[in-house]
């Protein structure tokens, strides 16, 4: 495993992680970095823990072993407070959109913004409908989460997870369900985002259609044993300008 | 969030019928507004037998209540039971001589201290002694001195025939 | 019988964890109470959905449960010819345990129920890690606005239950039955006492509205994150509500009114 320097350029990096459910050792002793500014993705079948290391990035896991540091701190060792104001600059799409489903689109991005900031009900509105202007979805902010489509209902969580302009987006299995041409339309909108803000992007996905997003950096999980305990993360498709040569 | 108004004149609604609620169980159905915590004065009297009087019985005169009784203990010296009461101070013109009596409110009622103003000037203060006391009356020594008396009238006049 | 044992063993472990996991919740939910104060408006939120909408279940109930108990306590006193004792009787039985128990088993039912599946299919559907991924600690956001809201709504469920089961009581007392209206309620004044019946009973709703606001919420929020887990959470809340509130009930008579 090449375990690259932790140059500048690294945002994300895991070092030596041991993590098990149960007595299922789900990573045992991988490294990863990812890089700033650039989309990353984590291609692997279900079940080999790719939303675990999503949720173990976030802090909401604790690992066995191992450092996981985000923009030079480390994630398990920062006191409560420390770690919200660390997740606020993190955004994280989940598999379901996790659209708060007692409130309609425009208050569910606007939920936030309201508890972080003390911002007036003017600037969260224009905020509000600036991001959803941005997914495209500024003409559903009266509707409630009940009423959207899957692809809609990821959009708009694709918003609130921009709401307060972070620096890194986590999407766990973005195209999963999605018909063809709202997928061409996630796929645009991550790539735009990561280009025109700057985002540093990590997606995980089992879809192969992963590539047409083309990542600068790309992970394979798979079981290297036969008897599917012991699942290793690493280069498959081994090099990171993989992307950038099959795809610019 | 649209409904903020109503939900908050529903919530409205709902907390001050609960408040009334308990204003209601406090006033109408409780004690409190006949017998708070309204200023008292103490009283007590010896009875032969305090029967089946209890703590926060009530203590009336002529058929009102005016105060409760506050304790009842046992006086090993005399063997009589000692019976404190909390008579409401707007009341305080009960003569010396008053007597106090328990009686039972109906056959087989509560029992209440029932006082008996008496003729004197001077009237009960705090901490004052009621001397003139008639004791429960007990069901069962009646109903025995009733048999016992019918029974004695009987053979005098099986006598007499 | 090791195996019985071992069981035994295993199974009485796993209570004391979730009983450790659930005192753990109820701290840190306690400790949210100090931000809510400064965010009335989620609590203004939750006395809705948990108090205002169990006000008219409480309300019909508490109607028909005091008409029952006036007529079946006519029967039963007519027959001693003590009719008059009608008031104290239903009023009484409302006051110190109907009112509150019933109230907490009909709460436990509707609102209880209610706050589990909520909790557990917002944990099932990713909301509450959504909700802490943005920063906000779904406890305090979540669980202890619904927690003060079932704490603070329960003495008043309780005390409305017992005022309209005591109404009720006296229609069919003293409009259907002849009772006398004046002994129906002068019977209940002279006998009742204040701190002794009517505090105690707040205080019995108090804790039944602590114990099952604070089972309700754990269930959902310790749920299995699936639709079957949630189903079962919703069951375990109103079963482990009713016993604690009937186990309770009999601890908290026994201390209130057992040295009278």
Redesign the interface.
Known sequence: MDNSDSSQNTLVSVRNLTFSRGNNKIFNDISLDFERGKITAIMGPSGTGKTTLL?LI?G?LYPEKGIITVDGENVHRLRRKEL?????R???L???G????DMNVYDNVA??LR??THLTESMIRSLVLMKLQAVGLRGASLLMPNELSGGMARRV?LA?AIA?DPMMI?YDEPFTGQDPISMGVLVLLIKALNETLGLTSIIVSHDVCIFIIQPKTMWMIYYPLENGIEVMLGYAIANPTYAEQNFS | MQHTAT??T??G???A??????F???L???????F?DKDTYTVTASFESSGGLKV?S?VSAAGV?IGKVTDIRFDPKTYQSVVSMAIESQYNTLPEDTTASIFTAGL?G?QYVNLEPGGSEAVLKNGGKIDLTQSAIILEKVIGQFLFKSAEEKAQGDKKE | MMQFLQNLGASTRTSFTKLGRATYFLIQTLAGIFSILIRPRLL??Q??SV??LS?LIITISGLFVGMVLGLQGFYILSD?G?EESLGIMV?ASL?RELGPVVTALLFAGRAGSALTAEIG??KA???L?????????PIR?IITPRFLAGFL?M???A??????G?IGGQLIGTGLLGVDDGAY?AQ???????YD??IN??IKSVIFGFVTSWIALFEGYDAIPTSEGVSRATTRTVVNSAFSILGLDFILTALMFGDN
């Open positions: 949720k976030g909401q919200y104001e660390l997740r606020k993190m955004g994280m989940f598999q379901s996790a659209l708060l489903t939920f936030p508890e972080h969580a609130r307060l986590l | 939900q908050d529903l919530v609604l709902f907390v019928s609960g408040i009334a609620g308990l209601f169980l406090a109408q159905v409780s004690n409190l507004s006949s708070g926060k009530a209540k087989l509560e | 203004m939120n006395m809705f108090g205002v006000f001693f003590a009023a006051v299919l917002m559907t990713e909301q890690s959504g909700m802490e991924m943005m920063a906000i600690d956001r709504s003495p008043l469920l005390a409305l239950f017992s005022a309209v005591i309620w209940m004044q002279t006998q009742l006492d204040f019946d009517i009973g707040v």
